[in-house]
């Protein structure tokens, strides 16, 4: 597996072209802007795409889809429960007046301990709302795409509309059972490690109770 960072728009986030070197196919994770960008990385990688990841519907992570899709009629995998969020969330990019173009209907779903396949490399859905309604993160072996849940040293906001701190203690408590050497891939900032954030995130006091329950 090959995967390859472009960190776009205005809130700096992070999108992921993941490449299974096996057979070449790519899946893009949060495309959240600058579709040209990321037109160019795939051509730029020699895969072929096959489908558009998203773990969550705000709009500095599906931004791009709408360009994208104009090069690659690839299907849009979402969590059900993301879909009320994800159909306004030209009302989201309004709100900080921002240009934005809605992106095309998503097409697949995302369920909880399901996977999902990039070529012969398979990643397992795990479900942690609480960021975002329908928010989820991917995982394969010691790879996760985190979205927003967790970042190097801080976690995704729980103070936004339709955010849920309870269920967001639950989410981080999930994750944090994953192994020490697991590299999150956040939608924001630097990689770190599942073993790092258990150490010195000051903001894992509350999973860390659900842990030892």
Known sequence: ???????VGAFQENCYLVVDEATNAAVLVDPGAEPDRLIELVRDSGA?????????????????IAGVRRTWKVPIFLHTAARAMYDRV???????????EQP????????DGELAAVGTTLFEILYTPGHAPGHVVLRSDTVLFAGDLLFAGSIGRTDLPHS??????????????????????PGHG???TIGAERESNPFLNGAARILKR
């Open 1 to 7: 597996m090959r995967i390859t960072s472009c960190t």
């Open 48 to 64: 072929e795409l096959r489908a558009i990841w998203v773990t969550h519907a705000h709009l500095d992570h599906v931004g791009g």
């Open 90 to 100: 030209s009302v989201q990019a309004a709100a900080y007046g921002l240009p934005f």
């Open 104 to 111: 095309d209907p998503p097409n697949a779903e995302f369920r």
């Open 164 to 185: 849920n701190p309870a269920q967001m203690e639950q989410s981080l408590a999930r994750v944090c059972e994953l192994p020490n050497e697991t590299v999150v891939y």
């Open 190 to 192: 630097p990689l770190t």
